[in-house]
């Protein structure tokens, strides 16, 4: 049983380029969610899916930020016109949610991408 | 909208001792999840602890424990007989219990170190 995994690990780009993150969730899960956590903070809730659908998206998720997640499994995040205010680590979580009710579902978090903008 | 405060930004414990880390939240739902989350160096985020708002029974996890104060909006984390592998960030974190609105809201965090 594999947990959430995320790639690259790290990416180091030049202010202005694009860059894309990938996340593979736990098999089955069928939510995924997008978090970024700037140096010395919490993570930052940024966007989730629950299958292929974008259910929420946070007010951070500016219109440079992309996130898809087209057959409902891996997702990606894209970044367009990086900035150095972008660098930061981006957590992937994923969680098995049910479809009735007020149940709990936990989410289990990735390695994380640790994106530096010079 | 909810907010997660951790006011210490760092602490230290000796091995084998106890040390309580602190939280509070502020929130207007009568019922909702509060969480403490481990991070340690460079490796993925875990689940430590969970507490259910309804339950007035605090949550304990082996060495890991919680004193909920619901009327204080508090949840505070105790870590007894601490281990050199219990070194790393902590965050306190709340989520709503409404299936659709499933984000996490985490507080700053507290870095624990632990003195051999």
């Known amino acids: 049983d594999t947990g959430v995994s995320q790639n690259p690990r790290h990416k180091i780009t030049k202010r202005g380029q694009n860059v894309t993150f990938r996340c593979d969730p736990i098999s089955e899960h069928n939510r995924l969610y997008w978090y970024r956590q700037t140096l010395g903070q919490g993570p930052e809730f940024l966007t989730y899916?629950?299958?292929?659908?974008?259910?929420?998206k946070s007010r951070l998720l500016s219109d440079r930020f992309s996130a898809e997640r087209p057959k409902g499994s891996f997702s990606t995040l894209e970044i367009q016109r990086t900035e150095q205010g972008d660098s930061a680590m981006y957590l992937c979580?994923?969680?098995?949610?049910?479809?009735?009710?007020?149940?709990?579902?936990?989410?289990?978090f990735g390695p994380g991408t640790r994106l530096t903008v010079l | 909208a909810q907010t997660v405060t951790q006011s210490q930004p760092e602490m230290s414990v000796q091995e084998a001792e106890t040390v309580t880390l602190s939280c509070t939240y502020d929130t207007s739902e009568s019922d909702y999840y509060l969480f403490w989350y481990k991070q340690p160096p460079s490796r993925q985020m875990i689940l430590v602890i969970r507490?259910?708002?309804?339950?007035?029974q605090n949550a304990t996890e082996n060495r890991f424990s919680v004193n909920f104060q619901k009327a204080a909006k508090s949840f505070s984390l105790k870590i007894s007989d601490s281990q050199l592998g219990d070194a790393a960030m902590y965050f306190c974190?709340?989520?709503?219990?409404?299936?659709?609105?499933?984000?996490?809201?985490f507080g700053k965090g507290t870095r624990l170190h632990i003195l051999p």
């Open positions: 979580a994923s969680s098995l949610a049910r479809a009735s009710g007020l149940s709990y579902n936990e989410q289990f």
């Open positions: 507490q259910e708002a309804y339950k007035q």
């Open positions: 974190a709340y989520r709503s219990p409404m299936n659709r609105d499933d984000k996490i809201i």
């Open positions: 899916f629950q299958n292929e659908a974008q259910l929420e």
